[in-house]
């Protein structure tokens, strides 16, 4: 079967006459039919917080696309990164985290983490097989995310997972399609599923796939902190992952054209998009991912705020909000100067995080077009 046919599929009632959708099941309280059923040493339910045939129906579609035997859902992408830290992190512990990683990640590891004692290092998306130089006897886990979200360095994950420690990948940006963390020698693949398999931008997610000892671990985590997530949200995301693939292959189109149009304008230095040949690291994308998403980076030549606002005032299609993955277009400033600490970021001007929606490609081209044209009218400083 394609991945297009399971996605419509998977997860779905198959007996008598039915619905097409599995239901949605609210629930704290289950019920057990007698005392050999309470007692039982395998309960497929027995509490709603652990989750609800709901959740079971998202959590095993979710495991067959990352390749996993256990899937763990978080109540928002960040929660589903810090859970996957949590089940591994231990006091006086030395941990792993690529300078590349989305921004509250590095918050978390600076905050919780630091204050239960564990010590977050953080290296180079690029240092590949490196890593083994930075792994100590107390290193409880790597934290990597390739591409990074903001900067777009593709991570030697196989080299990685060489070097010993369990390696957590969030993998967002390949959403479970095109990027498989666990083939790859990965304990852990977390992913925001508010962005690609959610794809609306109106619900909140995280997924938290593992198997073997690593699955255990997670488990422990899950119950430990009490996480529950409200089975509207977990139907909202299945019905998000109905149209995950075919979604996925417009959005990688349109996204490609965006970059490639973008490298060729005089405004824009460079772009950052690992599926074009341009790219440092397209060899390893070419290696590891089977296509690309919708997100992608660029540098502006210019970063004045007259500049930048005229161009960003002018964008009619493009939202500029925090997020993607949803069907709609956006376009945002960025600044990964002000987080990386392994290898300082410098650009030649304004960083720029795009993601291309579901709209047509002429027509967000002929926005960008039209909010260039904007912004040049803005005299440079000086001249
Ligand atoms: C958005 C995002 C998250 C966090 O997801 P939320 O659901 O917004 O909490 C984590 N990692 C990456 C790479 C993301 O883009």
Sequence with gaps: MKPCTSDAHKGRPKEGVRLVNPGVQRGSTVLFPGYEAFTAAERPFFYGRGGTPTHRALEESVAALEGADQVFLAPSGLAAVTLALLSFAEAGGHLLVTDSAYDPTRGFCEGVLRRMGVETEYY???????????????????????????????????????????????????????????????????QAATKYLGGHSDVFLGTVAASGSAARKVAQGVRGLGLATSPDDAALVHRGMRTLHRRLAVHEETGLALARWLEERDEVAKVMHPALPSHPDHALFARDFTGACGLFGAVLKRSDAPYLSAFFGALRLFGMGYSWGGYESLCIPTWPERHRTAVPWSAEGQTIRVHAGLEDAGDLIADLEAAFAAANEVPEAGS
Excluded: Y
């Design 124 to 190: 180079d998306p690029r240092i590949g097989a490196g890593i083994g130089g930075l792994v100590r006897p107390n290193t409880v886990a790597i934290l990597a995310e390739s591409p990074g979200s903001l900067t777009f360095e593709v991570q030697d994950l196989p080299a990685l997972c060489e070097a010993g420690p369990p390696v957590i990948v969030d993998n967002t940006w390949g959403a479970g399609v095109h990027l498989k963390p666990l083939a790859l020698g990965a304990a852990v693949s977390v």
